[in-house]
């Protein structure tokens, strides 16, 4: 029998098997979005209740000075609209982390991970699936600003979409991580909010570093830290067709560590859930 180099990788897998399965995990994940419709809805209930509300209470109190991607001076709504697509990413990634966990109680997980294929691309493409969920989410989110006179310049949509998928993998890698970690699903929202709140509170979603650092260096360094700055900042500038190239390069590295963090410790002979099941027999 001759087999294709170039199309076939040493497990005999080809190309175009390794696409049914990531279009078999999509779909499925799709399906799972599909007849959960109120998760789509609350994931928009967040953002939109801090952009309606909260940054109308503090418009006039945190003024925005001419920093860069803008170019003039902004009001507090536009300025935190990148931070609240990156929180739809952040809760969509916990969520995502939330199913894995449900799976495993209930041995969806295990009926995904005796699959042939290897472990790395079946992680990857539950991943993928949930970031393209959180790029509809955002979109969602813009539609709905646009009317409230939030505007980004025409080509800024669509330079906003690879920050999205970079962004939206990295926060759905860490998510993943710490599924590893989480033993009862009861365990989540503690795990989740420790998570959470943390990373979007000591983060420049709500306001700039510039800020923070006047009133404190050590929380400054903490937001410099924190990788959901530097994906805040990845699509703050991409929404106005610019590249933060240290925000990319953060984010891409943090996205590398996360996602090989969860790759060993779902790997059942070294990993997370090796060392909490204990040897067998």
Known sequence: MTVTVDATDHQ????SQYFICLKGIVWR???????????FVSALVRPLVWLFIFAAGFRQVLGVSIIPPYETYVLYEVYIAPGLIAMIQLFNGMQSSLTMVYD?????????LVSPFPRWWLLTSKLLAGTLVSVLQAYAFLLIAWFWDIEAPPLGYLALLPALLLSGFMLGALGMLISSLIKQLENFAGVMNFVIFPMFFASSALYPLWRIKESSLLLYYVCELNPFTHAVELIR?????QVAWVSLG?????????????ILAYDP?????ARRNGPAG
Do not use: W
């Open 104 to 112: 495993r109680e209930t041995g969806g997980m295990r009926t995904l």
């Open 269 to 273: 002979a070294r990993g997370f859930l």
């Open 237 to 241: 500038f991409a929404l106005y067709g």
């Open 29 to 39: 994940e799709a399906l799972r979005f599909i007849h959960q419709r109120e998760r």
């Open 250 to 262: 953060v984010v891409l590295g943090c996205t590398l560590a996360f996602l090989f963090g969860a």
């Open 12 to 15: 005999g897998f080809t190309l």
